[in-house]
């Protein structure tokens, strides 16, 4: 993988990261709030764990496989 590959990824992760915490953010706040509805909020967090293995994925390419 070269360098510009690897800023990339990094630079993606950033995003994906933030854009995880907003949603966590907004679900906490629908949740409080007690306006957010059931399906929606089902949909938030549906959104948010698909997030979290984008980052898992994209993680696991910039650690190398090690051979035991």
């Known amino acids: 993988m070269t360098e ?7 630079a993606e992760l950033v ?3 933030q854009e995880h915490r907003d949603l966590d953010s907004a ?6 709030s007690g306006r957010g509805d059931h399906l ?11 997030i ?3 980052i898992n ?3 696991d390419r910039l ?5 035991a």
Request: net charge neutral; charged share 45%.
């Open 63 to 67: 650690v190398p496989d090690i051979i």
């Open 27 to 32: 679900i906490a706040a629908l949740v409080d």
């Open 40 to 50: 929606t909020i089902q949909r938030l967090k549906k959104k948010k764990l698909a």
């Open 15 to 17: 995003h994906l990261r």
């Open 52 to 54: 979290k293995d984008q």
């Open 57 to 59: 994925r994209l993680e």
């Open 4 to 10: 510009d590959e690897e800023d990339d990824i990094r």
